[in-house]
């Protein structure tokens, strides 16, 4: 990847409970590897695969009101337009636009139904050079207590369309912008806390998702949901030793 089209993911980041120790969970996941970051840059950490970057870690501080938790960053052609939209809309900005060095442009938000995502306005840094692949995201689930409500909002903002899922056992909505699956939104079922608050997955891609949950349980994480098959790939869901949830997918490819 060397350009992430406006209304699509290009970049995650986790909020790590112990910064070593999640390098060392990841990597021996995923094995990637890191160029760590300064004490001048928070010790924002960026991992790589291969050659290419494909997400960051980085220290939850110890004050903070949110658990471990990986963050989701879609891309823009203007923070600001952006930022201003989504107050039209009723989403709420927890940290203002604000520029990056001359990696690009930031701000963090939250939409109609409080999940937590970032704007990302490349300018050095266009996000993951790697999509799809071992290693690197693969997908994006925003899960909210009221899904047709999430859905119009990321409509209006990006832009995008919807098609609901006909699974009468879930309401799943898959967003598209420009005609191509980006993300999808989940309402949480009835059999989900109310406490349970509205937030971004990201779905990492594995070689193989049975090997991957044994390296997760091996290195202090939970598998949350073993591994199952689907259309597009075998998943499980899993959270790495300091609560962070996220999934995993050996995908399948189309013929």
Known sequence: MTKHAAGTVSWVDLMAWDLPKALDFYGALFGW???????????YTMAFKGAAP????MPRPSDAPFPPIWNTYFAVE??????????EL???????????????????????????????????????????????????EGKTHDGAKAVAFYKDLFGMTADKMPDVRMQYWVLKKDGQETAGVMQLDDKTSANVPAHWMVTFAVANTDEAVVTVAAKGGKVLMPPFDSPYGRI????????AGFGIISATKPA
Request: with cysteine.
């Open 33 to 43: 590897t890191f160029q760590e970051g300064s004490k001048e840059n928070g010790y």
């Open 54 to 57: 494909v997400a960051a870690l």
């Open 78 to 87: 203007s923070v600001d337009r952006s930022v201003a939209r989504l107050k």
């Open 90 to 140: 009723g989403g709420k900005v927890m940290m203002e636009p604000m520029d990056v060095m001359d990696a690009g442009r930031m701000a963090f938000c939250t939409d109609n139904t409080g999940a937590p995502f970032g704007f990302w306005q490349p300018n050095q840094f266009n996000g993951s050079g790697l999509v799809a692949e071992p290693g690197a995201m693969a997908w994006h």
């Open 236 to 243: 499980a869901i899993v959270e790495d030793p300091g609560g």
